[in-house]
Protein backbone atom coordinates (compact mmCIF):
# COMPACT_ATOMS: atom_id res chain seq x y z
CA UNK A 1 0.00 0.00 0.00
CA UNK A 2 1.19 3.42 -0.90
CA UNK A 3 2.09 5.64 2.02
CA UNK A 4 0.75 9.31 2.21
CA UNK A 5 3.70 12.04 2.64
CA UNK A 6 4.16 16.17 2.84
CA UNK A 7 1.00 16.26 5.07
CA UNK A 8 3.11 18.58 7.72
CA UNK A 9 3.22 21.63 5.92
CA UNK A 10 0.04 21.82 5.36
CA UNK A 11 -0.88 21.54 8.62
CA UNK A 12 1.51 23.95 9.35
CA UNK A 13 -0.33 26.48 6.99
CA UNK A 14 -1.83 29.68 8.34
CA UNK A 15 -4.73 29.32 6.43
CA UNK A 16 -5.55 25.98 7.74
CA UNK A 17 -4.30 26.94 11.35
CA UNK A 18 -7.40 29.57 10.96
CA UNK A 19 -9.63 27.27 9.86
CA UNK A 20 -8.68 25.01 12.79
CA UNK A 21 -9.64 28.06 15.58
CA UNK A 22 -13.18 28.53 13.84
CA UNK A 23 -13.67 25.00 14.30
CA UNK A 24 -12.39 24.28 17.84
CA UNK A 25 -14.50 27.44 18.84
CA UNK A 26 -17.68 26.27 17.31
CA UNK A 27 -20.46 26.58 19.49
CA UNK A 28 -18.56 27.80 22.62
CA UNK A 29 -17.62 31.11 21.35
CA UNK A 30 -19.09 32.50 24.89
CA UNK A 31 -16.03 30.95 27.21
CA UNK A 32 -13.44 32.73 29.15
CA UNK A 33 -10.51 31.12 27.69
CA UNK A 34 -11.91 31.43 24.13
CA UNK A 35 -12.58 34.65 23.94
CA UNK A 36 -8.97 35.72 25.70
CA UNK A 37 -7.38 33.36 22.68
CA UNK A 38 -9.46 35.58 20.15
CA UNK A 39 -8.36 38.29 21.30
CA UNK A 40 -4.60 37.89 20.57
CA UNK A 41 -5.77 35.19 17.62
CA UNK A 42 -3.10 36.19 15.11
CA UNK A 43 0.08 36.15 18.00
CA UNK A 44 -1.52 32.93 19.37
CA UNK A 45 -1.69 31.26 16.24
CA UNK A 46 1.39 32.31 14.92
CA UNK A 47 2.68 30.76 18.28
CA UNK A 48 0.92 27.67 17.43
CA UNK A 49 2.51 27.19 13.77
CA UNK A 50 6.21 28.25 15.39
CA UNK A 51 5.75 25.33 18.02
CA UNK A 52 4.95 22.89 14.61
CA UNK A 53 7.90 24.41 12.76
CA UNK A 54 9.70 23.75 15.83
CA UNK A 55 8.30 20.05 16.73
CA UNK A 56 7.18 21.15 20.27
CA UNK A 57 3.83 22.05 20.55
CA UNK A 58 2.53 22.12 23.74
CA UNK A 59 0.74 18.61 24.49
CA UNK A 60 -0.90 17.04 27.20
CA UNK A 61 -2.18 20.42 29.10
CA UNK A 62 -5.73 18.17 29.52
CA UNK A 63 -8.77 18.59 32.41
CA UNK A 64 -10.45 15.49 33.75
CA UNK A 65 -13.96 15.54 34.50
CA UNK A 66 -16.52 12.29 35.04
CA UNK A 67 -19.73 12.57 32.93
CA UNK A 68 -22.97 9.77 34.06
CA UNK A 69 -24.81 9.60 30.79
CA UNK A 70 -25.24 7.24 29.51
CA UNK A 71 -22.73 5.53 31.41
CA UNK A 72 -19.66 7.07 33.84
CA UNK A 73 -16.99 7.85 31.89
CA UNK A 74 -13.60 9.86 32.99
CA UNK A 75 -14.17 12.63 30.30
CA UNK A 76 -9.66 14.02 29.30
CA UNK A 77 -10.69 17.70 27.48
CA UNK A 78 -7.52 19.21 25.93
CA UNK A 79 -6.38 23.36 25.83
CA UNK A 80 -8.04 25.15 23.82
CA UNK A 81 -5.06 25.58 21.92
CA UNK A 82 -4.67 22.00 22.01
CA UNK A 83 -7.92 21.25 20.42
CA UNK A 84 -7.01 24.08 17.76
CA UNK A 85 -3.66 21.90 17.14
CA UNK A 86 -6.31 18.41 16.94
CA UNK A 87 -8.70 20.13 13.92
CA UNK A 88 -5.26 21.58 12.34
CA UNK A 89 -4.34 18.04 11.90
CA UNK A 90 -7.88 16.00 11.10
CA UNK A 91 -7.89 19.31 8.52
CA UNK A 92 -5.34 17.94 6.65
CA UNK A 93 -5.01 14.18 7.62
CA UNK A 94 -9.54 13.46 7.33
CA UNK A 95 -8.84 12.15 3.97
CA UNK A 96 -6.49 9.30 4.97
CA UNK A 97 -8.21 8.20 7.73
CA UNK A 98 -11.58 8.44 5.51
CA UNK A 99 -10.03 6.37 2.76
CA UNK A 100 -9.33 3.28 5.17
CA UNK A 101 -12.99 3.16 7.04
CA UNK A 102 -15.56 0.98 4.93
CA UNK A 103 -18.77 1.45 4.16
CA UNK A 104 -20.21 -0.34 7.08
CA UNK A 105 -18.32 1.81 9.71
CA UNK A 106 -20.48 4.31 10.80
CA UNK A 107 -19.07 6.70 14.00
CA UNK A 108 -17.68 10.11 13.57
CA UNK A 109 -18.20 10.07 9.85
CA UNK A 110 -19.53 12.86 7.50
CA UNK A 111 -22.72 11.35 6.10
CA UNK A 112 -22.94 8.73 8.58
CA UNK A 113 -23.33 8.73 12.30
CA UNK A 114 -25.59 6.67 14.77
CA UNK A 115 -29.23 7.47 13.15
CA UNK A 116 -27.69 6.05 9.98
CA UNK A 117 -26.48 3.21 11.71
CA UNK A 118 -29.80 2.60 13.39
CA UNK A 119 -31.12 2.61 9.94
CA UNK A 120 -28.58 0.10 8.77
CA UNK A 121 -29.20 -2.26 11.66
CA UNK A 122 -32.96 -2.15 11.14
CA UNK A 123 -33.03 -2.77 7.49
CA UNK A 124 -30.74 -6.07 8.77
CA UNK A 125 -33.05 -7.19 11.36
CA UNK A 126 -35.42 -7.73 8.53
CA UNK A 127 -33.45 -9.24 6.31
CA UNK A 128 -31.41 -12.08 8.54
CA UNK A 129 -33.12 -14.38 10.97
CA UNK A 130 -29.60 -14.50 13.15
CA UNK A 131 -27.32 -11.83 14.81
CA UNK A 132 -24.13 -11.24 16.90
CA UNK A 133 -23.62 -8.09 19.03
CA UNK A 134 -20.21 -7.58 19.77
CA UNK A 135 -18.11 -5.03 21.68
CA UNK A 136 -15.03 -4.49 23.38
CA UNK A 137 -14.39 -4.33 27.09
CA UNK A 138 -13.34 -0.78 27.99
CA UNK A 139 -12.11 -0.17 24.13
CA UNK A 140 -10.59 3.47 24.69
CA UNK A 141 -8.36 1.93 27.81
CA UNK A 142 -7.22 -0.81 26.22
CA UNK A 143 -5.99 0.30 22.74
CA UNK A 144 -2.19 -0.19 22.84
CA UNK A 145 0.15 2.51 21.70
CA UNK A 146 2.70 0.35 20.09
CA UNK A 147 0.16 -1.24 17.90
CA UNK A 148 -1.90 2.00 16.88
CA UNK A 149 1.35 3.35 15.73
CA UNK A 150 2.76 0.59 14.12
CA UNK A 151 -0.50 1.11 12.09
CA UNK A 152 -0.64 4.76 11.32
CA UNK A 153 2.99 3.91 9.75
CA UNK A 154 1.16 1.96 7.58
CA UNK A 155 -0.87 4.78 6.29
CA UNK A 156 1.31 7.82 6.57
CA UNK A 157 4.77 7.93 5.60
CA UNK A 158 5.63 11.95 6.79
CA UNK A 159 7.89 11.73 9.64
CA UNK A 160 7.25 14.96 11.34
CA UNK A 161 3.49 13.80 11.67
CA UNK A 162 3.99 10.30 12.88
CA UNK A 163 6.47 12.25 15.46
CA UNK A 164 3.50 14.41 16.33
CA UNK A 165 1.12 11.29 16.38
CA UNK A 166 3.07 9.58 18.82
CA UNK A 167 3.77 12.30 20.99
CA UNK A 168 -0.21 13.11 21.28
CA UNK A 169 -0.67 9.45 21.66
CA UNK A 170 1.95 9.08 24.39
CA UNK A 171 0.70 11.95 26.44
CA UNK A 172 -1.94 9.61 28.08
CA UNK A 173 -2.27 6.57 29.16
CA UNK A 174 -4.23 3.97 31.38
CA UNK A 175 -1.46 1.50 32.43
CA UNK A 176 1.86 1.90 30.80
CA UNK A 177 1.74 2.72 27.15
CA UNK A 178 -2.15 1.93 26.78
CA UNK A 179 -5.27 4.04 26.04
CA UNK A 180 -6.40 7.05 24.64
CA UNK A 181 -8.16 10.19 25.79
CA UNK A 182 -11.86 9.91 26.47
CA UNK A 183 -13.00 13.42 24.61
CA UNK A 184 -10.29 14.42 22.29
CA UNK A 185 -11.47 14.63 18.41
CA UNK A 186 -7.59 13.03 17.72
CA UNK A 187 -8.96 10.12 19.86
CA UNK A 188 -11.97 9.61 18.11
CA UNK A 189 -9.85 9.29 14.63
CA UNK A 190 -7.17 7.24 15.96
CA UNK A 191 -10.06 4.55 17.70
CA UNK A 192 -12.27 4.38 14.76
CA UNK A 193 -9.05 3.51 12.66
CA UNK A 194 -7.45 1.14 14.99
CA UNK A 195 -10.48 -1.03 14.51
CA UNK A 196 -10.62 -0.30 10.87
CA UNK A 197 -7.83 -2.72 11.01
CA UNK A 198 -10.44 -5.83 12.25
CA UNK A 199 -13.16 -4.42 9.78
CA UNK A 200 -10.66 -4.77 6.55
CA UNK A 201 -9.90 -8.63 8.01
CA UNK A 202 -13.64 -9.11 8.63
CA UNK A 203 -15.30 -8.53 5.10
CA UNK A 204 -11.70 -9.23 3.11
CA UNK A 205 -10.89 -13.00 4.74
CA UNK A 206 -14.09 -14.10 6.24
CA UNK A 207 -16.82 -12.15 4.37
CA UNK A 208 -19.66 -12.38 6.33
CA UNK A 209 -23.08 -11.59 4.87
CA UNK A 210 -23.34 -7.88 6.77
CA UNK A 211 -21.93 -6.25 9.31
CA UNK A 212 -21.99 -2.85 10.92
CA UNK A 213 -19.57 -1.09 13.62
CA UNK A 214 -19.93 2.19 15.59
CA UNK A 215 -16.61 2.64 17.05
CA UNK A 216 -16.36 -0.66 19.62
CA UNK A 217 -20.26 -1.64 19.14
CA UNK A 218 -20.01 -4.33 16.04
CA UNK A 219 -23.39 -6.25 14.96
CA UNK A 220 -23.22 -9.41 12.53
CA UNK A 221 -25.83 -10.85 10.60
CA UNK A 222 -26.72 -14.63 8.88
CA UNK A 223 -29.19 -16.55 7.98
CA UNK A 224 -27.39 -19.48 9.71
CA UNK A 225 -27.05 -19.85 13.72
CA UNK A 226 -23.60 -22.34 13.58
CA UNK A 227 -21.78 -20.01 10.49
CA UNK A 228 -22.72 -17.34 12.43
CA UNK A 229 -21.24 -18.44 16.01
CA UNK A 230 -18.21 -19.46 13.88
CA UNK A 231 -17.68 -16.42 12.27
CA UNK A 232 -18.05 -14.59 15.89
CA UNK A 233 -14.82 -16.65 17.09
CA UNK A 234 -13.01 -15.81 14.36
CA UNK A 235 -13.28 -12.18 14.81
CA UNK A 236 -12.64 -12.41 18.63
CA UNK A 237 -9.86 -14.46 17.85
CA UNK A 238 -8.33 -11.81 15.64
CA UNK A 239 -9.70 -8.41 18.14
CA UNK A 240 -7.28 -10.56 20.51
CA UNK A 241 -4.27 -11.97 18.69
CA UNK A 242 -4.04 -8.87 16.18
CA UNK A 243 -5.57 -5.92 18.45
CA UNK A 244 -4.70 -7.22 22.31
CA UNK A 245 -8.48 -6.35 22.74
CA UNK A 246 -10.31 -8.33 25.17
CA UNK A 247 -14.18 -8.59 23.92
CA UNK A 248 -17.38 -8.81 26.33
CA UNK A 249 -19.33 -11.88 26.12
CA UNK A 250 -21.47 -12.09 22.80
CA UNK A 251 -25.00 -11.69 22.57
CA UNK A 252 -26.32 -13.97 19.77
CA UNK A 253 -29.70 -14.36 19.21
CA UNK A 254 -32.79 -14.51 16.83
CA UNK A 255 -33.76 -11.46 15.39
CA UNK A 256 -37.16 -11.34 16.88
CA UNK A 257 -35.85 -11.53 20.21
CA UNK A 258 -34.77 -7.37 19.42
CA UNK A 259 -31.05 -6.59 18.98
CA UNK A 260 -29.31 -4.47 21.75
CA UNK A 261 -28.28 -1.63 19.62
CA UNK A 262 -27.02 2.29 20.67
CA UNK A 263 -29.41 2.77 22.84
CA UNK A 264 -32.41 1.22 21.65
CA UNK A 265 -34.07 -2.37 21.07
CA UNK A 266 -34.55 -2.90 17.48
CA UNK A 267 -36.93 -5.82 15.92
CA UNK A 268 -37.58 -7.11 12.70
CA UNK A 269 -40.65 -4.58 12.31
CA UNK A 270 -40.36 -2.02 14.87
CA UNK A 271 -37.82 -0.40 17.18
CA UNK A 272 -37.93 0.72 20.85
CA UNK A 273 -36.18 2.44 23.39
CA UNK A 274 -33.89 0.65 25.43
CA UNK A 275 -34.68 0.74 29.71
CA UNK A 276 -32.03 2.96 30.29
CA UNK A 277 -32.39 5.50 27.44
CA UNK A 278 -36.19 5.61 28.22
CA UNK A 279 -35.15 6.61 32.04
CA UNK A 280 -32.41 8.85 30.69
CA UNK A 281 -35.12 10.85 28.38
CA UNK A 282 -37.89 11.59 31.18
CA UNK A 283 -35.20 12.87 33.65
CA UNK A 284 -33.17 15.18 31.27
CA UNK A 285 -36.21 16.83 29.79
CA UNK A 286 -37.48 17.09 33.25
CA UNK A 287 -33.98 18.53 34.19
CA UNK A 288 -33.94 21.02 31.12
CA UNK A 289 -38.02 22.26 31.73
CA UNK A 290 -36.52 22.92 35.58
CA UNK A 291 -33.76 24.74 33.94
CA UNK A 292 -35.51 26.67 31.84
CA UNK A 293 -38.23 27.91 34.74
CA UNK A 294 -35.60 28.85 36.99
CA UNK A 295 -33.96 31.48 34.47
CA UNK A 296 -31.21 29.34 34.39
CA UNK A 297 -31.21 28.35 30.80
CA UNK A 298 -31.98 31.05 28.11
CA UNK A 299 -34.93 29.42 25.33
CA UNK A 300 -32.28 29.12 23.36
CA UNK A 301 -30.28 27.05 25.84
CA UNK A 302 -33.34 24.84 26.35
CA UNK A 303 -34.06 24.19 22.56
CA UNK A 304 -30.23 23.08 22.61
CA UNK A 305 -30.90 20.37 25.00
CA UNK A 306 -34.53 19.30 24.47
CA UNK A 307 -34.22 19.15 20.33
CA UNK A 308 -31.55 16.31 19.79
CA UNK A 309 -33.24 14.43 23.39
CA UNK A 310 -36.60 14.45 21.45
CA UNK A 311 -34.88 13.70 17.85
CA UNK A 312 -33.17 10.42 19.40
CA UNK A 313 -36.83 9.62 21.20
CA UNK A 314 -38.16 9.59 17.82
CA UNK A 315 -36.40 7.13 16.19
CA UNK A 316 -38.21 4.69 18.19
CA UNK A 317 -41.69 3.29 19.03
CA UNK A 318 -42.39 6.35 21.54
CA UNK A 319 -45.16 8.23 20.61
CA UNK A 320 -47.31 7.44 24.09
CA UNK A 321 -43.96 8.21 26.18
CA UNK A 322 -43.77 11.30 24.93
CA UNK A 323 -47.06 12.31 25.07
CA UNK A 324 -46.92 11.75 28.71
CA UNK A 325 -43.69 12.91 29.81
CA UNK A 326 -45.05 16.25 28.31
CA UNK A 327 -48.09 15.81 29.91
CA UNK A 328 -47.09 15.18 33.33
CA UNK A 329 -44.38 18.08 32.65
CA UNK A 330 -47.14 20.72 31.98
CA UNK A 331 -49.57 19.47 35.26
CA UNK A 332 -46.22 19.63 37.39
CA UNK A 333 -45.06 23.09 35.55
Not at 144 to 161: G, M, N, P, V
Not at 163 to 183: C, D, M, Q, V, W
Not at 313 to 329: D, G, N
Request: charged share 25%; glycine share 4%; with cysteine.
Amino acid sequence: MKRVDNLYEMICDPDNLRLAWLKAKKGKEGKADIICYGKHLRKNLSLLRDQLKSGVPEIGNYHFFTIYEPKERLICAASFPERILHHAIMNVCHPVFEKYQIHHSYATRIGKGQFAALDYAKANQKKFEWFCKLDIRKYFDSISHEILLQHLHRRFKDEKLLALFEKIIRSYETSPNFGLPIGNLTSQYFANFFLAVSDHYLLEKIHIPAFVRYMDDMVLWHHNKMELIEVQKQIVSGLTNRLNLECKPACINSHDKGLPFLGYVVFPDHVRLNKQSKQRFIRKYKFAGKMLERNQWSQAEYSGHIIPLIAFTKHAKTYRLRKKVFYLHQETG
